[in-house]
Structures are given as structure tokens and as C-alpha cells.
């Protein structure tokens, strides 16, 4: 039986705890603290032998190395039964070709999904929605992502999110928009007058006192 605290509807937020659960998958039990160390992407689905999740799940699976690379778990979750996702991934194998190599979430109960805040009334009370969060290894919140159940997630997105998150906090530094490895980072703005004005100074590269990029 899938446990969760809390019980009711809600919705995590950045920068705070995830909130904690332990939950039946099909690779066994898990609970949030056995991914401590790592960061951990938790996604939910509308619902198993579905297209528009399969595909999800298929691009989920070819990018499942380089998470690991990255120190990054992946774990699914639908209001579905533990039979079902395993019916749902022998199938893709049959049929595609993929093996998924993450463990699956059982949520009949809709305490993990309730507690994630991924049942929204106005797209379903019994499906959750196509959300998306990233844990940080001191089971920190630092990431929130939602796509509507007609259209399917981008998995390449999230591997550049992970290495903008990871790339943020080892540096100190922030990431413009479509930021790629390899690319100049931001660095954070001056927080008095005279930090100010001696940014232009500091070597980096200054288009206004507010705005300086520098390669890592």
C-alpha cells in the first residue's frame, strides 16, 4: 500500500522539502530518503498503454545513462495498478524495442499524486497530470514542470535543465535563456552602489552593471 505525508492535495513548492513518501513501484518499495545523495526526477503520466506517455516513457529510457552520469535517479508514477505498469513495459519492449530501466510508482490511492499537487480537477479528478519535478540530493524541490495530458514532454529539455541546476550550484553563477554546456553563465548582479560600480572592473564580460557573462 502506498503511504504519503501529506495525505491531501497540495502543491510543493521551489526550494522547500519534497514531500516525503514510500510507495509500492515495480522494482519494490521506495521512499524519497532512498535517494538521498542523488537528484531524483519524479514524473507522473495520465495513465499506462497510453501513446502520447509511451513516448514519454521511450525518451525517458534512451536518456536514462545520461542522468545516471549526471547522478540523477528516474522514477514514474501513475494512478495505476503495480500489474498494470508492468504489463505497460513488458509491452513497450515487445513492441518498441526500449526497456525501461526506472521503477514505476503504484498510486491507486492518489496519495503520492495528491500530496505533488499532480491531480488538477479541470484536466481530471482520477489521472494525473503531465508533471515534472526535480529533487535535489538533500531532498530539496528546486525544479517544477507541467505539460497538459495532449501533449507529450520534451526529455532533451529536462537533460539541459539538470546540467543548468547542477552547473548553477557548483559555480555560483546563473544561466541565460536556452543555456548550454559550454556556453557563458551569468554572473550575479552587484548588491550595493559600490559593488556597482566596480563591476566593470572585474573582468568579466560587462554590458551593464546589472549584467555580466563569463565563460566557466
Given amino acids: ?18 514531500p516525503d513518501f514510500k510507495a509500492k513501484t515495480t522494482h519494490g518499495e521506495k521512499k524519497l530518503s532512498d535517494y538521498r545523495g542523488k537528484w531524483l526526477i519524479l514524473f507522473s503520466h495520465p495513465a499506462d498503454f497510453t501513446p502520447v506517455c509511451t513516448t514519454e516513457f ?15 535517479e528516474l522514477l514514474g508514477l501513475s494512478i495505476d495498478s503495480n500489474y498494470a505498469h508492468i504489463a ?3 509491452s513497450i519492449k515487445e513492441k518498441f524495442g526500449v526497456d525501461i530501466p526506472f521503477p514505476i510508482i503504484e498510486d491507486i490511492s492518489m496519495n503520492v499524486a495528491s500530496a505533488y499537487g499532480m491531480v488538477h480537477p479541470g484536466a481530471s479528478d482520477t489521472q ?10 538533500e531532498g530539496i524541490m528546486r525544479a517544477m514542470v507541467y505539460y497538459p495530458m495532449s501533449n507529450g ?12 541546476l547542477q552547473t548553477a550550484d557548483a559555480n555560483k553563477v546563473a544561466t541565460p535563456e536556452g543555456w548550454q554546456p559550454g556556453q557563458d553563465v551569468i554572473v550575479p548582479p552587484p548588491q550595493t552602489a559600490p559593488a556597482a560600480e566596480a563591476r566593470a572592473g572585474e573582468g568579466y564580460n560587462t554590458v551593464d552593471w546589472y549584467f555580466s557573462t563569463r565563460k566557466l
Fill in 128 to 137: 494525473a497530470v503531465r508533471a515534472t519535478f526535480f529533487i535535489d540530493p
Fill in 153 to 164: 514532454r520534451s526529455i532533451a529539455e529536462f537533460v539541459r535543465l539538470m546540467q543548468a
Fill in 88 to 90: 505497460w513495459v513488458r
Fill in 58 to 72: 521511450m525518451g525517458f529510457a534512451r536518456e536514462a545513462d545520461t542522468f545516471k552520469a549526471m547522478n540523477t
Fill in 1 to 18: 500500500m502506498t503511504e504519503t505525508t501529506p495525505q491531501t492535495q497540495s502543491m510543493p513548492r521551489i526550494n522547500e522539502p519534497a
